[in-house]
Each structure stands twice: as structure tokens, then as C-alpha cells.
């Protein structure tokens, strides 16, 4: 059974469709792309699949259950989670900070939470920027640490939105490396991008 299913999805804005009967399954361990040209509708497929937006047509079903009218705070409590296309690090903060002010809203103690950002900042190659304010890393660097802050919630499906925007070509091959290893530990993961070469 798919973790992840959506069926003809609708959507339109402005008596224009964006989103027009979008199906797609994603299972468990499985890299899904969705590719298209900017304007095609993939952020508003998105969008419509994790609870920010509500579909005029069609179901979102995760983990065999019906989600697609919830809210998206609890898609991200059922184990779904999500990385813009915009950039989202608190800039002004720490890299270490970035992944605390998360994890400090988790029901755990202060230790795991340290030894869980420990874990991300090595996982991702962060570690020399532990203390160093966000605004300083790369494009890459920026990239690894949203998608390390996207797993403190242990989901089991991430969507990224064209995780490779902005982003060099050597620091590409990194963040594809990191998406792989993702999907060889069980998490589904659904990419999107206008690059196909990239995805």
C-alpha cells in the first residue's frame, strides 16, 4: 500500500485551473519526482497534499487514512513533512538554534534534544557551523540545515519543493547524496523540480 496516495487533485485560482486531476502514490523508501516548468502547478499540488490548501476535487490518502481536509499541522503530527521552495532558516539565529527552537517543542527531555541536533548537525556535514549564525552558510549549507530541521519530527515522508533551487552544482550532488540515504533508511521522499537533469 502506498504511504502517500492523491487522485485527481483540482485546483484553481482566478477561474483558471493549475492543478488539473493530479494522481500520484508514493511508497515507503521510494524517491518520487514530480517535474515540470515553473508555473506548472507543482507547489500548488504540494500545497494541496500536505494541508495548506484544500482541493476543489479529489482525496489525499497518507498512511491509509483520509487527510485530505485536515489542517496541515496534522499532516506533519501524522508523520508527513515539508521544505518550501523558500528559503526558511531564522537567519539572525544559530545553526544549532535553527534546529533547537525545534526540537524544544517536542515532548522530550533537554538531552535528547541536544543529542538529536548533535546528530542532524553531523548527519548533514553542519557541524562547523554549529554556533555560526545561519546567514553565514552557503546555499548548500542553508539547504542541508532545512532539510536536517525538516527530519526532527522523525516523519515518515518528506516533500521537498525543488530543494536544488539556488543551490551550486557540486553542493547538488550533496543534497541528492543526503536524499538518497533518506530513502534508504524507509522515508518516502516526493521532489519536485523544473531541472529534470538535477532530479
Known amino acids: 500500500m502506498a504511504l502517500l496516495s492523491a487522485t485527481n487533485l483540482v485546483k484553481s ?21 514530480l517535474l515540470g516548468p515553473n508555473g506548472a502547478g507543482k507547489t500548488t499540488s504540494f500545497r494541496m497534499m500536505i494541508g495548506m490548501i484544500t482541493p476543489e476535487n479529489g482525496r489525499v490518502l497518507f498512511d491509509g487514512e483520509d487527510v485530505t481536509f485536515l489542517p496541515m499541522y496534522q499532516h506533519a503530527r501524522r508523520g508527513m513533512g515539508y521544505l518550501a521552495q523558500e528559503p526558511s532558516v531564522f537567519r539572525g539565529m544559530t545553526c544549532e ?14 538531552s ?29 549549507e542553508r539547504r542541508r540545515l532545512e532539510i536536517a530541521r525538516s ?35 524507509g522515508i518516502a521522499i516526493l521532489v519536485t523540480d523544473h531541472a529534470v537533469q538535477q532530479t
Open 13 to 33: 485560482y482566478g477561474g483558471r485551473k493549475v492543478v488539473d486531476q493530479v494522481s500520484l502514490e508514493v511508497h515507503a523508501g521510494e524517491i518520487v519526482g
Open 97 to 110: 538554534d535553527n534546529l533547537l527552537t525545534i526540537l524544544e517543542t517536542l515532548p522530550i527531555p533537554k
Open 112 to 140: 535528547e534534544q541536544q543529542k538529536r541536533c548533535g546528530a542532524l548537525l553531523k548527519q548533514f556535514h553542519l557541524e562547523h557551523k554549529r554556533t555560526q549564525l545561519a546567514r553565514t552558510c552557503s546555499g548548500g
Open 151 to 185: 527530519l526532527i519530527t522523525r516523519p515518515k515522508l518528506i516533500l521537498l519543493d525543488e530543494p536544488f533551487a539556488a543551490v551550486d552544482p557540486h553542493t547538488v550532488e550533496d543534497v541528492q547524496a543526503e536524499v538518497r540515504k533518506l530513502a534508504d533508511s
